[in-house]
């Protein structure tokens, strides 16, 4: 209510989220330190991204309110990558132009690895 108007209501979004997004303010516990990020924010703040992945956290991708994929350091891969790209990883500004369609491979079952600065840093896996 403003000045006596109703000029907005909560309503229950339902099932429609069903990633697991913490509010911003609350601290993640100790089984969920990783994070998550949107694919707007992924392609945005992708160095940011992979420097969290790369000191050991896992990063959940998050597209339209469910959850696509994770983001594990490279050695933390429980199985062997099926490149999506013949060349057996992708560079950081080739994730940020085509995320969307990668994002898809992973989706359908293909593990991705990314490169930054030469290195194998991380790899994307599907959460299915």
Known sequence: MRRGKLVARIVPVGDFRVAPI??????????DA????G?????????????????GETVNVV??????????????????P?????SGGIGLDELRKRAGRYFD?????QTIGVIRGG????RIVSVA
């Open 34 to 37: 990783g994070g998550w990020v």
């Open 105 to 109: 491979e992973v989706a359908a079952g």
């Open 119 to 122: 290195k194998l840093v991380a």
């Open 63 to 80: 597209r339209g309110g469910r959850l696509l994929a994770q983001i594990v350091p490279a050695g933390g891969a429980e199985r062997a």
């Open 22 to 31: 913490p509010a911003r303010s609350v601290q993640p516990a100790a089984s």
């Open 82 to 86: 099926v490149p999506a790209d013949p």
């Open 39 to 55: 694919l707007d924010e992924l392609r945005t703040r992708a160095g940011r991204c992979f420097d969290r992945v790369a000191a």
